[in-house]
């Protein structure tokens, strides 16, 4: 089992290079970083100076998407981070909810995520690609064949496929073993149906871990099922609430949602928190005790999850971060 923590842009530099040091030394084995340029500081800067103050851990966005940079630059950026730190990238993609959103946007359509991922990682190895805002063919000079890892985040059918057919790994911003195994099957399925190696698929779980009382948990949390709230009630809104192709229990939980603040998008100050019930928190995230959080992803790894992402927003950071290191981590790797 992978351990990986997930960083805000609100997150001083030197709290950052502290955090990531200290992650690092009790056994994390990723960093990643939202990517919305305009709720939080550009992400990418951050990673650089963190590859810094780190030798093993690997660095990516969690997640950016398609639409908010020229796909040289992107691919640009990707390559280059990966030559300095040694190989140690990778990258998150989604549609591009919040970064879009917030701007009055829409976000990428399902096959332009596909395209860019083939033509991206093709760019970033090296090779000359063509896309349809450049006129020229693009070919970085420089480049050393990097094999970019291309993570994708994905719930509704279309998009798990998708993260199937042409990724290296899915993200889930859920902590539920049974959902992520429902969401799991249906990328690896769709993969294989594609004619893919799926042996090597990652799937990443993203989502809060919190130690103490859990009411006290529950109060710190409670903005994530919000956060992907936002998420479900996309696919719901094309799918249909009685389509079979979500599952219940995400339909039942956004059915009093009354709408989301981008602005304060995975923030526990939003506004819109009224529907988030206490079972709900309990499954989307990983609250109480060491041994709690140890069931938890026991049952994780059982459904598939080959990540545990921590995202690390709640409070309690650093004590987070020691638990795991010292308690936690050493069961699944010691």
Known sequence: MEFGITF????????????????????FDYCWFYDSHILWRESFVAM??????????????CVTNPNIRDWSLAASLYASLAHQSNGRFDIGLGRGDSSMRVMGKKPATLARLSEFTTKVKAMVRGEEVEY?????????PWATGYELPVWIGAYGPKALA??????????????????????????????????RDMSNFKVQAAAPAYFGDMDYCIEHTKWFPAMVGNHVADIVEKYGADSGL??????????????????KHGQSDNPFLDFITEDIVKSFCVL?????????????????????????????????????????IPVFNG
Request: glycine residues 12%; hydrophobic residues 35%; charged residues 30%.
């Open 8 to 27: 805000k842009g609100f997150v001083s530099p030197d709290r950052a290079r502290n955090l990531v040091r200290q992650a690092e030394a009790a056994g």
């Open 48 to 61: 650089a100076m963190c590859m810094e103050h780190t030798k093993t851990m690997r660095f990516g966005p």
């Open 132 to 140: 349809g805002e450049c006129p020229e063919p693009v070919k970085l």
């Open 162 to 195: 998708t993260a199937g057919q042409v990724g290296d790994g899915l993200i889930l911003q859920i902590g539920d073993p049974d959902l992520v195994k429902w969401f799991k099957d249906q990328a690896i399925t769709a993969g294989e149906e594609a004619g």
């Open 246 to 263: 979500v599952p219940k229990s995400l339909t039942d939980y956004i059915e009093k949602r009354r709408g989301y603040d981008y602005s």
């Open 288 to 328: 109480g005790t060491v041994d709690d959080h140890i069931a938890r992803i026991k049952d994780l790894e059982a459904a598939g999850t080959t990540q545990f992402n921590i995202y690390l927003d709640s409070g309690d950071e650093e004590e987070i971060i020691a638990k795991y290191g010292r308690d936690i």
